[in-house]
């Protein structure tokens, strides 16, 4: 699977829209983006994956380019409970049910 | 409805001792993961079960850690004889085991330490 580059750190005021970028530049053809955050003290949770075409559900939207070399996730609107670190990960679609390879990811603090 | 649930939520033992921890994933999924997260690292992929097929144990990091899956659902990660560097929060994951995009769900995870 390609590797990803984020951001170690990021701040984010309450309300306002946190945008996480992820590097993926030897993204392949048959790659999926993921998006997964770990609150502290809890397990990953999913947020939001995509392939070519940009991605919307109620959690967030993924903004992926057209060179698939980069994509964003957006939280419209950040509150205090989306403090957490956010893994951006890419998957082989023929990869199967193969278990998930966290990076570093961002951890995104937000601000009252 | 019910997540993955995991037990003990914490577990203090001893170096030597042994220790399993368990996993009830959700009803239903056919695959189980198990990752572990030390203090200060990111997730480490341990073994995971897909059916009934053989699971993947290239993730385990020595002969000390097995981990069963009992009909096909519930799975008990084993400690033998453990070291202070086994200290981490051990997490379970499963998804359906149907398409390869299938999302994985976490458990809230055990947090070992071994004194």
């Known amino acids: 699977d390609a590797k990803t580059t984020q951001p170690t750190s990021m701040d984010c005021a309450e309300g306002r829209a946190a945008n996480l970028p992820c590097n993926h530049s030897?993204?392949?053809?048959?790659?999926?983006v993921y998006w997964y955050r770990q609150i502290h003290s809890q397990g990953p949770q999913y947020i939001i994956h995509g392939l070519k075409n940009n991605e919307t559900n109620e959690m967030a939207s993924l903004i992926i380019t057209e060179d698939r070399k980069s994509s964003t996730l957006i939280l419209p609107h950040a509150t205090l409970r989306d403090t957490a670190v956010y893994y951006c990960?890419?998957?082989?679609w023929g990869s199967g049910n193969t278990p998930l390879v966290f990076g570093k990811g961002t951890r995104l603090s937000v601000i009252a | 409805g019910a997540g993955v649930s995991q037990s003990p939520s914490n577990k203090v033992t001893e170096k030597g001792k042994d220790v399993e921890l368990r996993c009830d994933p959700i009803?239903?999924?056919?695959?189980l993961y198990w990752y572990r997260q030390s203090l200060g690292q990111g997730l480490e992929f341990l073994i995971y079960?897909?059916?009934?097929?053989?699971?993947?144990k290239s993730g385990l990091p020595s002969d000390r850690f097995s981990a069963e899956r009992t009909g096909g659902s519930v799975s008990t990660l084993t400690i033998q004889r453990t070291q202070q560097e086994d200290s981490a929060v051990y997490l379970c994951?499963?998804?359906?085991?149907?398409?390869?995009?299938?999302?994985?769900?976490f458990g809230p995870g055990t947090r070992l330490t071994v004194l």
């Open positions: 009803s239903g999924h056919t695959a």
């Open positions: 030897t993204i392949s053809g048959n790659e999926y």
């Open positions: 994951a499963s998804s359906l085991g149907v398409s390869s995009t299938d999302t994985q769900y």
């Open positions: 990960i890419v998957r082989s």
């Open positions: 079960f897909q059916g009934n097929s053989a699971p993947d």
